[in-house]
Nanobody, 126 residues
Framework: VQLQASGGGLVQAGGSLRLSCAPS????????VGWFRQAPGKERQFVAA????????YYTDPVKGRFTISRSAAKSTVYLQMNSLKPEDTAVYYC????????????????????WGQGTQVTVSS
């Protein structure tokens, strides 16, 4: 496992969770660190990403205004603060790094990343 994701859990709709992602035995690589999620029977989809160099954030529309991505260079950790959670946010959340380009086209696509974590389950009950 190249990246360690943690912080998932069971929460009621409207609640909050904070996910963390840290590299295991190395430093983050590439232009940005991204969060993706995958619900049962669905494809892995982009959630958010942050440039490791200048902290530029990227978000998918359904989470804008509810989720905030941030990074701590000192702790070599990326966070995803998730507020106002909805049942449709239920999924396994993965963090990834290694994307080589800053263009939104690449940052928002899972195939652009080559380092992945094991995932952390987020379940939002109605």
């Amino acid at each position: 496992v190249q990246l360690q994701a943690s912080g998932g859990g069971l929460v009621q709709a409207g609640g909050s969770l904070r996910l963390s992602c840290a590299p295991s035995g190395r430093t983050f690589s590439g232009y940005a660190v991204g969060w993706f999620r995958q619900a049962p029977g669905k494809e892995r989809q982009f959630v958010a990403a942050i440039s490791w160099r200048d902290a530029r954030p990227y978000y998918t529309d359904p989470v804008k205004g509810r989720f905030t991505i941030s990074r701590s260079a000192a702790k070599s950790t990326v966070y995803l603060q998730m507020n106002s959670l909805k049942p449709e946010d239920t999924a396994v959340y993965y963090c990834a790094d290694g994307v080589g380009y800053s263009d939104t086209y690449y940052v928002t696509r899972a195939a652009s990343y080559d380092g992945w974590g094991q995932g952390t389950q987020v379940t939002v009950s109605s």
